[in-house]
């Protein structure tokens, strides 16, 4: 395999190396009013790139400005017009990605209650856009997601494959719909509940189904991925996986039927989809009691780089990968094993506030200081 | 400044209908402010008697203007294929084609626990009776396919099936005269599940 993380040379110029073949990369980040970023111009290398700064200066909105590019919307903030720095009328998000020999440039303009997609310069609307550049995030805060309740697993493995497959999303949009509308129901002892429950099943078992399936793909590719210190991790899924949409739905239909009292007294649908168990496993363990900080960010980053993989199994296409805040609590094995597994594969965009540790990965990338919302190749 | 009360009264009141927000509502009063007396009074009027002269058909609860809708009474439409349509604009939707031969049933809604919509804000025992009175062969549910229009659809054909009538529902697929590239990744597997044999 390429390892493009080590085959440019520091002083080679960004761009001019060329990534893994059929890599899809961003070469030019270019950013105009977002956040405490007046405006900024950034080449990048095909590989690693390091954004090294103390806090407060502006690092991780160079990563939120890919991800504005990626999806339209921000991964800090439900809220993208918070985006916008103070007084500007809107925000302004642009790459030049592709692979090599074939770059478009995509474009992002967000203002409060719109927002615009151009593709070389042609506004395009939001589906045309969509899919064209893909980025999987990690960030301190999504910690939760290891160690918070039970929601954050679910909601990662919902969302993560809903981006991939909108069939996928279709399905946790409508179960969702229609749980509220039978928990609705049972409160009211409404004559339709039966009908309520009936979609409810049908629903809640497609995507147990689904999430069920996507875990095991994820699962796999923990087992051939990133894990440093010869740790294995997994994901699971319980209820246990069953073989076909039928059986899924008599397990949720012996589980509902179990709880038909107590649902109807509490006014809840208290079994389903909303309510299974999605647990990550290190060495065997559940992480979310067990993995020390090192640990859980390992498995973190495990996890985001198995979602690329899958994503790229899927779509033949990689993500961009966003780490954000990739600070001194992975030491020098983890880090070292980490670069190893994104190396060839994908493009990284990394932050760090610890310049000792940042300057550890100069040989491997592109070094960046970034002060006061100001990007200067190091 | 606040507007003078004729005219905050007046966009108020815009801003109830769906789709108007308050810029809209701002930029039609002011539209009808500058244009002419006659073109006000014709649109207060249209709004002032559409409500007097409008009901829905004893039959098919459809928009009309008279007892019996135009559908209902036109002796040329069979009776034994009833379309089952949630809103009277679905019943027009419908009516484009041309091509739909039988008569209408408007529901006036889907069921909705959320908003209170149950069965009995429906008009569903209307639809009952027209089935019990025998004529009718088939029903075709052509309810929305949101989670609300898929749950009355259930209701419908479960309170329907026992009373030996077909019970049909309408196909969801790829739009027409155009290509397959350009459906959506969830129409198109709406698609691929009711396909059907060749």
Same mark, same amino acid.
């Given at each position: 395999?390429?390892?493009?993380?080590?085959?440019?040379?520091?002083?080679?110029?960004?761009?001019?190396?060329?990534?893994?073949?059929?890599?899809?990369?961003?070469?030019?980040?270019?950013?105009?009013?977002?956040?405490?970023?007046?405006?900024?111009?950034?080449?990048?290398?095909?590989?690693?790139?390091?954004?090294?700064?103390?806090?407060?200066?502006?690092?991780?909105?160079?990563?939120?400005?890919?991800?504005?590019?990626?999806?339209?919307?921000?991964?800090?903030?439900?809220?993208?017009?918070?985006?916008?720095?103070?007084?500007?009328?809107?925000?302004?998000?642009?790459?030049?990605?592709?692979?090599?020999?074939?770059?478009?440039? %995509?474009?992002?303009?967000?203002?409060?209650?719109?927002?615009?997609?151009?593709?070389?310069?042609?506004?395009?609307?939001?589906?045309?856009?969509?899919?064209?550049?893909?980025?999987?995030?990690?960030?301190?805060?999504?910690?939760?997601?290891?160690?918070?309740?039970?929601?954050?697993?679910?909601?990662?493995?919902?969302?993560?494959?809903?981006?991939?497959?909108?069939?996928?999303?279709?399905?946790?949009?409508?179960?969702?719909?229609?749980?509220?509308?039978?928990?609705?129901?049972?409160?009211?002892?409404?004559?339709?509940?039966?009908?309520?429950?009936?979609?409810?099943?049908?629903?809640?078992?497609?995507?147990?189904?689904?999430?069920?399936?996507?875990?095991?793909?994820?699962?796999?590719?923990?087992?051939?991925?990133?894990?440093?210190?010869?740790?294995?991790?997994?994901?699971?899924?319980?209820?246990?996986?069953?073989?076909?949409?039928?059986?899924?739905?008599?397990?949720?239909?012996? /589980?509902?039927?179990?709880?038909?009292?107590?649902?109807?007294?509490?006014?809840?649908?208290?079994?389903?989809?909303?309510?299974?168990?999605?647990?990550?496993?290190?060495?065997?363990?559940?992480?979310? %009691?067990?993995?020390?900080?090192?640990?859980?960010?390992?498995?973190?980053?495990?996890?985001?780089?198995?979602?690329?993989?899958?994503?790229? /199994?899927?779509?033949?296409?990689?993500?961009?990968?966003?780490?954000?805040? %990739?600070?001194?609590?992975?030491?020098?094995?983890?880090?070292?094993?980490?670069?190893?597994?994104?190396?060839?594969?994908?493009?990284?965009?990394?932050?760090?506030?610890?310049?000792?540790?940042?300057?550890?990965?100069?040989?491997?990338?592109?070094?960046?200081?970034?002060?006061?919302?100001?990007?200067?190749?190091? | 400044?606040?507007?003078?009360?004729?005219?905050?009264?007046?966009?108020?009141?815009?801003? !109830?209908?769906?789709?108007?927000?308050?810029?809209?509502?701002?930029?039609?009063?002011?539209?009808?402010?500058?244009?002419?007396?006659?073109?006000?009074?014709?649109?207060?009027?249209?709004?002032?008697?559409?409500?007097?002269?409008?009901?829905?058909?004893?039959?098919?609860?459809?928009?009309?203007?008279?007892?019996?809708?135009?559908?209902?009474?036109?002796?040329?439409?069979?009776?034994?294929?009833?379309?089952?349509?949630?809103?009277?604009?679905?019943?027009?939707?419908?009516?484009?084609?041309?091509?739909?031969?039988?008569? $209408?049933? +408007?529901?006036?809604?889907?069921?909705?626990?959320?908003?209170?919509?149950?069965?009995?804000?429906?008009?569903?025992?209307?639809?009952?009776?027209? +089935?019990?009175?025998?004529?009718?062969?088939?029903?075709?549910?052509?309810?929305?396919?949101?989670?609300?229009?898929?749950?009355?659809?259930? $209701?419908?054909?479960?309170?329907?099936?026992?009373?030996?009538?077909?019970?049909?529902?309408?196909?969801?697929?790829?739009?027409?005269?155009?290509?397959?590239?350009?459906?959506?990744? +969830?129409?198109?597997? !709406?698609?691929?599940?009711?396909?059907?044999? $060749?």
């Amino acid at each position: 395999m390429l390892n493009s993380l080590q085959y440019a040379g520091r002083d080679a110029a960004p761009g001019a190396v060329s990534q893994g073949p059929g890599l899809v990369w961003v070469r030019h980040l270019g950013i105009k009013d977002l956040r405490n970023i007046n405006e900024a111009s950034v080449e990048l290398h095909p590989g690693l790139n390091i954004f090294c700064g103390h806090n407060a200066q502006g690092k991780t909105s160079l990563l939120e400005a890919v991800g504005f590019v990626a999806r339209g919307r921000s991964f800090r903030t439900e809220n993208s017009r918070s985006a916008i720095r103070r007084g500007a009328p809107m925000l302004h998000a642009r790459a030049e990605a592709g692979k090599e020999g074939h770059f478009s440039a %995509l474009e992002v303009r967000v203002q409060p209650g719109r927002r615009e997609f151009r593709v070389d310069g042609q506004q395009v609307s939001p589906r045309e856009y969509q899919g064209r550049l893909e980025a999987v995030v990690y960030s301190t805060d999504r910690l939760r997601v290891i160690r918070g309740p039970m929601r954050e697993r679910r909601q990662f493995l919902d969302r993560s494959a809903g981006a991939l497959w909108p069939a996928y999303r279709t399905d946790v949009r409508a179960f969702e719909r229609v749980l509220s509308q039978r928990n609705a129901a049972l409160q009211e002892g409404a004559r339709d509940l039966p009908v309520w429950t009936e979609r409810f099943l049908e629903l809640g078992a497609r995507l147990r189904l689904r999430r069920a399936e996507y875990a095991a793909r994820l699962s796999a590719m923990l087992q051939r991925g990133f894990a440093p210190a010869g740790e294995e991790y997994e994901v699971l899924t319980r209820p246990a996986r069953v073989a076909a949409e039928a059986d899924a739905r008599s397990q949720l239909a012996g /589980e509902i039927q179990s709880l038909q009292r107590r649902e109807r007294a509490v006014g809840r649908s208290l079994a389903g989809p909303h309510r299974d168990a999605v647990e990550l496993l290190l060495n065997g363990r559940d992480a979310a %009691l067990e993995a020390s900080s090192g640990q859980a960010r390992s498995l973190l980053l495990a996890l985001v780089l198995a979602n690329l993989e899958v994503y790229r /199994e899927e779509t033949g296409r990689n993500a961009i990968a966003l780490l954000d805040d %990739l600070d001194s609590e992975l030491d020098q094995d983890r880090t070292h094993a980490l670069c190893q597994a994104a190396a060839g594969r994908t493009q990284a965009l990394v932050t760090s506030a610890h310049p000792v540790w940042a300057e550890s990965l100069r040989s491997r990338g592109q070094l960046f200081h970034v002060s006061d919302g100001k990007v200067q190749r190091a | 400044m606040d507007y003078p009360a004729p005219v905050a009264r007046l966009i108020d009141e815009l801003r !109830k209908l769906p789709g108007i927000g308050p810029k809209s509502a701002q930029r039609i009063a002011f539209h009808l402010m500058r244009g002419s007396r006659d073109d006000a009074t014709r649109l207060s009027e249209a709004v002032g008697t559409l409500l007097d002269g409008i009901r829905t058909c004893a039959q098919c609860h459809a928009v009309t203007d008279r007892e019996l809708c135009a559908i209902c009474s036109d002796p040329a439409r069979s009776a034994k294929v009833l379309c089952v349509v949630e809103e009277p604009h679905d019943l027009i939707a419908v009516e484009k084609t041309r091509d739909f031969r039988g008569r $209408y049933h +408007v529901l006036h809604g889907a069921l909705s626990p959320l908003q209170g919509i149950g069965p009995d804000e429906l008009k569903i025992q209307g639809l009952l009776e027209r +089935v019990r009175e025998g004529e009718t062969q088939e029903i075709i549910l052509a309810t929305s396919p949101t989670v609300e229009g898929e749950a009355t659809a259930v $209701y419908l054909a479960r309170l329907l099936k026992p009373l030996e009538v077909r019970v049909t529902r309408i196909a969801m697929g790829v739009p027409v005269g155009s290509d397959l590239e350009w459906a959506d990744e +969830v129409t198109m597997a !709406k698609a691929l599940e009711g396909r059907r044999e $060749y």
